[in-house]
């Protein structure tokens, strides 16, 4: 047993030293102030005569299931990630960098350990290697800049591609990225101010906030932006071409705009400002209270709150119905979710999540109070419409609160769990948990499919569009709504047909029917 141990130690270390050369393999190790540099030759052969090393290497994969590993530990796992230190090997900037090396590589450890503990699936090492292997290629082409922070975007790159090669919304975050989307939970962060969605490939405005550099640069509705910088923006998601378009106030950015498929293209150049979103904005339409939520930030719910208050005396507490617009927002907190559901709901379950470990099912329910005193609710939903908003839209669904007007949603039915790492390290995004409805129905992938069906134009660009989206589970609802078409004839000419018809169907009494029928 122990030649068959020592055997399969040489094996791993064949590998991890294949394309290069044992001596340099060895000096590295030995560099790194790891392991001996006589390690890859008579260390294997140590092993044949050494009971306590096969135990080490089955303990250390116990150490590194519960996450608490060193790089020395994860190597003699995985002899093959002794490439990640590799390509520190060149490097020499200067007495610093001994410290700086150790450092980036216990950060490695750390978010390799920690994917694998708290993915939302059973992770085998495989895919963080393979992950990580190709992020060391793309270290290896790409110039960095050699300067100060040259280990930090070395080791960058690399995390970066093994965690977002997990799924679509996975990802290491840099500090300044940490930053950014602390910043943005507060519903204020640096940027342009335009509201976007994805239409063929290209980033398309939905609309520009109010007194930012995109209004006033006269960017419009229905514009499209190709490049970034330069950069063309086919084939990124539309989180990355948003981060692309978000910074530091006061840095600059050059959009290239193309106004109808058929014109000309031209750049505008835009300074970007603190943004401050407005996540709820209110309107009366007669006397139907109209409430559009553009995003799930802290201050979503009391922002609504106030509006249906508002909407109340504005009509005289004859308020008869409330559309709750929701097309177009892509997300945010999960709490914020919970509160506007709750909202409206006087019982029952709001939204049921799932991880790794099936035993261990997290269920939220509903306190007994409706916000609206049980008024007949309209939900607006459409392709861009993602993740709180499906959870906020299926809850009220499923229990029969609501109709739901519009286009099947997006389909992002997952958890993402931001876990800081350290002071100056940033932080990991990790998708640990799938999103159920009450009723059971999987949002992933499949997303809330209406009540009500425009079949007008809808982005393709959905969940499972996107590079390596997780995978679907649990009961899928087979669509039956009817078609917004057929029970709204006289509306499809209208500048927004699917708000002419809930307002048609509100005022006519026809919804109260309609939610009797869910019922």
């Not at 044992?22 to 001996?36: A, E, H, I, K």
């Not at 589970?473 to 047909?497: F, T, W």
Request: glycine share 10%.
């Amino acid at each position: 047993m122990l030649v068959v141990c020592a055997l399969t130690t040489l094996h791993g270390i064949s590998k991890a030293a294949k394309g290069t050369e044992l001596y340099r393999v060895s000096r590295n190790t030995w560099r790194m102030g790891l392991l001996p540099p006589a390690f890859l030759i008579a260390a294997s052969f140590a092993l044949i005569f050494q009971l306590v090393a096969c135990g080490s290497i089955e303990g250390d994969r116990d150490v590194i299931r519960r996450g608490h590993l060193s790089f020395e530990k994860l190597v003699r796992v995985h002899p093959e990630l002794i490439s990640v230190a590799n390509i520190f090997d060149e490097t020499s900037l200067g007495p610093q960098v001994p410290d700086e090396r150790l450092q980036q590589l216990a950060l490695f450890a750390k978010v390799f350990g920690l994917a694998q503990r708290e993915y939302v699936e059973i992770l085998l090492p495989e895919r963080l290697i393979t992950g990580a292997l190709n992020g060391i290629k793309t270290v290896q082409i790409t110039e960095l800049q050699p300067d100060v922070n040259y280990l930090r975007n070395m080791m960058t790159v690399v995390l970066q591609h093994m965690i977002s090669d997990l799924d679509a919304h996975s990802d290491y975050l840099t500090p300044a990225d940490y930053e950014q989307i602390q910043v943005r939970t507060r519903g204020e962060f640096g940027g342009i101010g335009l509201e976007m969605t994805m239409e063929h490939g290209l980033v398309k405005c939905i609309t520009s906030i109010e007194d930012t550099p995109a209004q006033r640069a006269g960017i419009r509705p229905g514009d499209l932006i190709s490049h970034i910088n330069g950069e063309p923006v086919l084939g990124m998601t539309l989180i990355q071409a948003v981060k692309k378009m978000r910074g530091s106030a006061g840095s600059a950015i050059v959009v290239t705009v193309r106004r109808g498929m058929s014109s000309e293209a031209f750049d505008v150049r835009l300074v970007r400002e603190i943004i401050r979103i407005k996540p709820v904005s209110a309107r009366a339409e007669g006397d139907i209270g109209y409430i559009r939520i553009v995003t799930f930030n802290e201050r979503t719910y009391r922002s609504m709150n106030r509006a249906i208050a508002g909407l109340s005396r504005e009509l005289g507490g004859r308020m008869n119905g409330l559309v709750i617009d929701l097309r177009d927002n892509p997300g945010g907190l999960l709490d914020q979710a919970l509160k506007v559901s709750d909202a409206f709901l006087v019982e029952g379950e709001i939204v049921s999540t799932v991880g790794r470990h099936r035993d261990r099912v997290r269920r939220f329910r509903a306190d007994p109070e409706d916000l609206a005193s049980g008024i007949p609710i309209a939900v607006l939903i459409n392709g861009g419409s993602a993740s709180a908003s499906e959870i906020v839209s299926g809850a009220l669904k499923d229990h029969g609160r609501v109709v739901v007007f519009g286009q099947r949603s997006f389909g992002k039915g997952s958890v993402q769990t931001v876990i800081p790492l350290g002071q100056g390290q940033g932080a990991l995004r990790l998708t640990t948990a799938r999103y159920y409805t009450p009723s059971g129905q999987s949002i992933q992938v499949h997303g809330i499919e209406p009540d009500i069906i425009s079949v007008e134009a809808d982005p393709a660009q959905r969940e499972k569009n996107l590079r390596n989206p997780l995978s679907a589970e649990g009961q899928v609802r087979k669509g039956n709504g009817a078609l917004m078409e057929e029970v709204c004839p006289d509306v499809s000419g209208g500048e927004d047909p699917i708000l002419l018809c809930a307002l048609h169907m509100l005022r006519s009494g026809l919804l109260s029917v309609e939610i009797q029928t869910l019922n």
